[in-house]
């Protein structure tokens, strides 16, 4: 017996039909339209963002014997100041170029000017960035 080929055609409509009706769509745009959205950002949060992705790290220092040399002079005299702050006596000191950036927190502007003269009269330092921060009590 041989189908007609009204009935192949019949049939293979059967199936497509059957295909569409009953499974899932995944389409691109649904899939879009129904992803969680990204929450959106305020000015001052693109701000800081951006901010902290310039700052410098560790990673930034020079590896020029001045650059080593200065950053490990800093780093011995704060160490070895008694009386400073966990935190000053580990502030972050980057050097690259001869320009030393100071990072970390200190306990208050005394602190802050003590680190900053360091840097300033280590031989070799030819500026010096100050991001050290400090919180005042009223």
């Known amino acids: 017996m041989r189908a007609s080929r009204l009935e192949l055609i019949g049939l293979g409509l059967a199936v497509v039909i059957a295909g569409c009706s009953g ?9 879009r339209a129904n992803a969680p959205t990204k929450q959106e950002r305020t000015p001052d949060e693109r701000t800081t963002e951006r901010a902290n992705a ?22 011995q005299a704060l160490v070895a100041k008694d009386g400073l702050s966990v935190g000053a006596a580990n502030a972050t000191v980057i050097t690259n170029g001869g320009v030393v950036v100071l990072r970390g927190a200190v306990r208050d502007v005394s602190e802050k000017n003590f680190v900053r003269g360091v840097a300033e009269s280590t031989p070799g330092a030819t500026r010096v960035v100050d991001l050290l921060e400090y919180t005042t009590t009223h």
Request: charged share 30%; aromatic share 4%.
């Open 23 to 31: 499974g899932q769509r995944d389409s691109a745009a649904e899939t």
């Open 54 to 75: 310039e700052l410098p790290t560790p990673f930034d220092q020079g590896s020029s014997e001045t650059d080593v040399r200065i950053t490990t002079a800093i780093r």
